[in-house]
């Protein structure tokens, strides 16, 4: 199957801070996403984003697929913020069988 | 609008028993997927359903098993647990045609703990 791996794994911000988020994937993907997984175990779509910019109030995320890598920007972070990113992609013809990466772990204090 | 309700919440279980874990997708989904999740790592692919059938299935043995109901609804079986099968379970619900758009709504999940 194809690699995902974030980085950095684990990361404390004071409240306020910016952020960024990386994540690299070993091969060709036909769609990937960033998910915020809250403390009771939920995980919330943030962007659906194979390629290209997109920006949703204090988080943006930017994916060049032709190197095989995502960011997700976190801008003026709240402590609400905290909780685990996940990146997941799906390769072409998988029908929709998203490998996830590790995750980062954010705490923001206040 | 209800989202994706798994039940149940929690669950304890002796190894070598069976258990059964139950999703409704969101209103208005036909597909469902579910996943694996062990502490401090990533969701894993078991498999997905469309048309109360198996269209998808990630690297589990077949003591893992499901099903789709005609309502959309389905089940996620596991037979002979072992310790490491402890690991909150996730399903995620999609529209089939839009997935490659929208991606995925999750459930809060189950979490099995097998002693």
């Known amino acids: 199957g194809i690699q995902v791996e974030q980085s950095p794994p684990d990361l404390i911000l004071q409240e306020g801070a910016n952020s960024t988020l990386r994540c690299n994937f070993s091969?060709?993907?036909?769609?990937l996403q960033w998910f915020h997984q809250n403390p009771w175990g939920q995980l919330i779509n943030l962007f659906y984003?194979?390629?290209g910019t997109k920006q949703n109030g204090r988080l943006s995320a930017t994916t060049v697929a032709t190197e095989r890598y995502s960011l997700l920007y976190i801008s003026s972070s709240q402590t609400t913020d905290s909780g685990v990113y996940f990146c997941?992609?799906?390769?072409?013809?998988?029908?929709?069988?998203?490998?996830f990466g590790t995750g980062t772990s954010l705490t923001v204090i206040p | 609008d209800a989202g994706v309700t798994q039940s149940p919440t929690h669950l304890i279980k002796t190894r070598g028993q069976q258990v059964t874990l139950r999703c409704s997708p969101k209103?208005?989904?036909?597909?469902v997927s579910w996943y694996q999740q062990a502490l401090g790592q990533g969701p894993q692919f078991i498999f997905q359903?469309?048309?109360?059938?198996?269209?998808q299935r990630g690297n589990f043995p077949d003591r893992f098993s499901g099903h789709q109901f005609p309502n959309y609804s389905s089940e996620l079986n596991v037979n002979a647990l072992l310790l490491g099968d402890s690991a909150l379970y996730l399903c995620?619900?999609?529209?089939?045609?839009?997935?490659?758009?929208?991606?995925?709504?999750f459930g809060s999940g189950t979490r099995l703990t097998v002693v």
């Open positions: 995620a619900s999609s529209l089939f045609t839009m997935a490659a758009n929208y991606g995925y709504t």
């Open positions: 091969d060709s993907v036909n769609n």
């Open positions: 984003i194979p390629s």
């Open positions: 997941a992609v799906d390769r072409p013809n998988t029908g929709n069988q998203f490998y």
């Open positions: 209103s208005g989904h036909d597909t």
């Open positions: 359903y469309y048309e109360e059938e198996e269209r």
